[in-house]
Each structure stands twice: as structure tokens, then as C-alpha cells.
């Protein structure tokens, strides 16, 4: 069966560092990867999308990048504000339907 | 322009009882889908509508579980009769283009006691 695994432990980060959280899938290829973030109570909020052919995705200080070859995404935030501090979801359409699945998400943490 | 809007943002029920989340989505935005997060567990989905017609329910863990959507507008989900299990928060999204990203709503948070 699909899955997503992303760092179940939270990632603490000084402020002004970069922060990279992972997101790594098996058994399948997705048409395209989308990043979420989520603040405690809130619903979750749309960040990226990026397709199966971009390998990188930039929007402000948010990279993203797509190595289906290693079925793994990487989410970047440069000069990191305690501002970003939250959870950040992941998630990967399931077939033609494109019904979502979840990784569970990674709490960041950034320090001032 | 006003967001997705859920109703109740919190419920707390008895086991037996009936329960009727209500969703609110984006105007003018033909998907829309419900998900359900369980404390500790990732997001799951359970069902997407396109207009009023079901897209994909096959998330819908069973069939205490009834969502409608009326005229393609707002939808409501259901539980009837809710057991222990149904707690957890209960989310509703919306989106413009079938694929594209989702409008998340605040969610509600169903307890069942």
C-alpha cells in the first residue's frame, strides 16, 4: 500500500538558519507533491505544488525540490523566522482520483 | 473573499448519539472534500464531491457515516449513531480545479464520550 513517512520528531532550528524537512513515499509514482503547513487548532494551508517533471520550486524564502527517482521531496526554508514555526504536511494524490494522502507531518521549531 | 467555513468548530456527543458537521466552501468552487485527522494519525480522506454528485467516497469508514451536498453548495457530514472511534477533527476543503490545491477549513473537532 502508498505510503508517507516524514520525520515524526520535531526539528529544532536556530533562527536565520535553513530548515529542510523530508518527505519520502514508496510503492508509487504521484503526478505531483504538495506541501502544507498547519498551525495547532488551524486548518492546514496550502504552500507548493510541484509536478513530477520540476525537479525545484521556489515561492519567497520556501524551496522545494522532487527526486522521484529517490521518491523523496525535500522542503527548504531559508533565513528561518520563529514566525515559521508549525507543522508541515506533505501529500500526494492517490491515483486519477487525485484523493490526497497524508504524510503526518513535521513539527518545526525555530528558535530566536 | 470568505474562506471555508465549518460548523460547529467543537462538538462533544455521547456514544449513540447523532451528530451534523456542516461545511461552508469557497464560492464558486465546484470540489469539495472532507477529511478526518484522529489524534496521533495523519490525515485521512474520506469523500470528495464535484457539484452535488460524490466523486469518491471511498474513504468513508462506514455507513454510520452520510454525507450530502446540497444543490452542489454547502455539505454536511453526518454520524449517526457515533461511536468512540469518530472522535477526532473533521475537515473540509474546497478547490477551484480538480487537482489543484485545497482551501482548508479551521475543521471540527467531534468528541465522543
Known amino acids: 500500500s502508498q505510503k508517507i513517512e516524514q520525520n515524526s520528531e520535531a526539528l529544532n532550528i536556530q533562527e536565520g538558519k535553513t530548515a529542510t524537512l523530508t518527505c519520502n513515499y514508496t510503492n508509487y509514482s504521484p503526478a505531483y507533491l504538495q506541501w502544507y503547513r498547519q498551525d495547532p487548532g488551524r486548518g492546514p494551508v496550502f504552500l507548493l505544488l510541484?509536478?513530477?517533471n520540476e525537479k525545484e520550486k521556489r515561492k519567497e524564502r520556501l524551496k522545494v525540490t522532487f527526486d522521484t527517482t529517490l521518491k523523496q521531496s525535500l522542503f527548504h526554508i531559508t533565513a528561518s523566522q520563529p514566525a515559521d514555526s508549525a507543522t508541515y504536511l506533505c501529500?500526494?494524490?492517490?491515483?486519477?482520483?487525485?484523493?490526497?494522502?497524508w504524510g503526518a507531518g513535521t513539527k518545526l521549531i525555530i528558535k530566536p | 473573499e470568505a474562506g471555508v467555513t465549518q460548523f460547529p468548530s467543537h462538538s462533544v456527543i455521547e456514544k449513540g448519539q447523532t451528530v451534523t458537521l456542516r461545511c461552508d466552501p469557497i464560492s464558486g468552487h465546484d470540489n469539495l472534500y472532507w477529511y478526518r485527522r484522529v489524534m496521533g494519525k495523519e490525515i485521512k480522506f474520506l469523500l470528495h464531491?464535484?457539484?452535488?454528485?460524490?466523486?469518491?467516497e471511498s474513504g468513508m469508514p462506514n455507513n454510520r457515516f452520510l454525507a450530502e451536498r446540497t444543490g452542489g453548495t454547502y455539505s454536511t457530514l453526518k454520524v449517526q449513531p457515533a461511536e468512540l472511534e469518530d472522535s477526532g477533527v473533521y475537515f473540509c476543503?474546497?478547490?477551484?480545479?480538480?487537482?489543484?490545491?485545497?482551501?482548508f477549513g479551521e475543521g471540527s473537532r467531534l468528541t465522543v464520550l
Open positions: 501529500a500526494l494524490p492517490l491515483d486519477s482520483n487525485y484523493q490526497l494522502i
Open positions: 464531491f464535484v457539484k452535488e454528485s460524490k466523486q469518491d
Open positions: 476543503a474546497s478547490s477551484q480545479r480538480f487537482g489543484g490545491e485545497l482551501f
Open positions: 510541484i509536478r513530477e
